[in-house]
Structures are given as structure tokens and as C-alpha cells.
């Protein structure tokens, strides 16, 4: 089944532990990103690849690192959590970010409580 | 850089009351249009998409949007909603290298 997975969905950690969330899609898909979502903010993105070893950043990048060595796999980390990425985050991709009406195929969410 | 406003934050309606939720673009290429649906504790899924030809598309589950460019917006429709609508809706824009999201619209359909 073509998805896109995430974990872990649900984590509480403390400030300044740490942490990495896994994204892996099994689409053979070349674009991978990663939004925040918050109440009222919508999703805003993180990070985004358009390929193996290409990352950038996206609308909010502050506070997070990732990298891409491998085609399917695209891990969000979190060196030093603080209460403000409390969040709900997403992992997508897509076949090819230029393709005219490429859509997005999303994970199922990953929500994260910094305490 | 592109942005995408959705006028309305929560829309409450009666069942088989009709839907329209506002969608507006700023973005000076070539656009891919979207709008994607988020039953409460699930992930984004598309609804339907616009990317070039008939400006009224289609999507799943009775939903439709009409591609204004001239009004850079991007309205979705559903002439008569059920209670399994309820859930959020988010209108997206796709540039050369991301797709930017609107805030959402939460939309409430009372039985």
C-alpha cells in the first residue's frame, strides 16, 4: 500500500531532549517536507527536499534540522526541543515537486507536547 | 511569495444547507490549486485539484471549486451538506518549489 509513516504519532518530552521523528514513503516519490500545523496557523512548512542530499528551508525552520540520505526516508530532528514546537507535524511528498497537479500525500501526523 | 487566505474560520451549517468557503491566492507563475480535507484525527487528504482546462473542477464526495483567475481565487462548493462534512478544510497553492496552505476553515455541519 502506497503511504506515507511517521513516528512516532504521539511523544511528551522534556525541553532540551533531543528528539527525531521519522518520515519514510514508499512511492519512490522525490519531493519529501515537513509542516507544523497550529490552531489558527494552518499548515506552515518546516522543511523541504527536492531530492536526495538537497534540503531548504521552508517557512519556519528555526529549532529543527533534517536530512535526506536516502530517497524514501526524510527524519525531522529536534536538537534542543522547546515548549514552542508543541505541534502537530506532518511529513508529505510527492512524485516530482514541478509536475503540474502533483498532489501531496500526507502522513498520518505526528503531535508532539514539549513540557 | 505566495500566500493563501481562506476568509472564513468556522462555518456552521445545517445539514443539506449549501457550502461555499473562499479561497484567494497571491502568486505571480503558474499555480496548482488545491484543496484538501481533515476529518477530525486524520491526516490531510485531497478533495480535488485544479492545474490546467476547465476551471470548474470536481472532486470526491460531491465537492466542486471554480478557478477565478482574474480574481485569483480559488471558492469551494457543495450544494448540499451532511453531517459527515464536518471537518476542516484547507485550500493550498503549489509554486515551482512548495505548496503554501491556507489557515483552514473549520467547517461544523449540525444534524
Known amino acids: ?115 | 511569495a505566495q500566500s493563501v487566505s481562506q476568509h472564513n474560520h468556522h462555518v456552521i451549517l445545517s445539514e443539506a444547507a449549501s457550502l461555499e468557503l473562499g479561497c484567494n491566492y497571491s502568486y505571480g507563475g503558474t499555480v496548482n490549486l488545491f484543496w484538501y480535507v481533515q476529518y477530525p484525527g486524520q491526516h490531510l487528504q485531497l478533495l480535488l485539484k485544479y492545474f490546467s482546462g476547465d476551471p470548474l473542477v470536481k472532486g470526491i464526495k460531491g465537492f466542486e471549486a471554480e478557478f477565478i483567475k482574474s480574481k485569483f481565487s480559488f471558492n469551494l462548493r457543495k450544494p448540499s451538506v451532511q453531517w459527515s462534512d464536518t471537518a476542516e478544510y484547507f485550500c493550498a497553492v503549489k509554486g515551482d518549489n512548495d505548496m503554501r496552505f491556507g489557515a483552514g476553515t473549520r467547517l461544523t455541519v449540525k444534524p
Request: net charge positive; glycine share 8%; with cysteine.
Open chain 1, 1 to 115: 500500500e502506497a503511504q506515507v509513516t511517521q513516528n512516532p504519532r504521539y511523544l511528551i518530552t522534556v525541553t532540551g531532549k533531543k528528539l527525531t521523528v521519522t518520515c519514510s514513503q514508499n512511492m519512490n516519490h522525490e519531493y519529501m517536507s515537513w509542516y507544523r500545523q497550529d490552531p489558527g496557523l494552518g499548515l506552515r512548512q518546516i522543511y523541504y527536499s527536492m531530492n536526495v542530499e538537497v534540503t531548504d528551508k521552508g517557512d519556519v525552520p528555526e529549532g529543527y534540522k533534517v536530512s535526506r540520505k536516502e530517497k524514501r526516508n526524510f527524519p525531522l530532528i529536534l536538537e534542543s526541543p522547546s515548549p514552542n514546537q508543541t505541534s502537530l507535524y506532518f511529513c508529505a511528498s510527492t512524485l516530482y515537486a514541478k509536475l503540474a497537479g502533483g498532489e501531496l500525500f500526507f502522513g498520518e501526523g505526528s503531535r508532539l507536547t514539549v513540557l
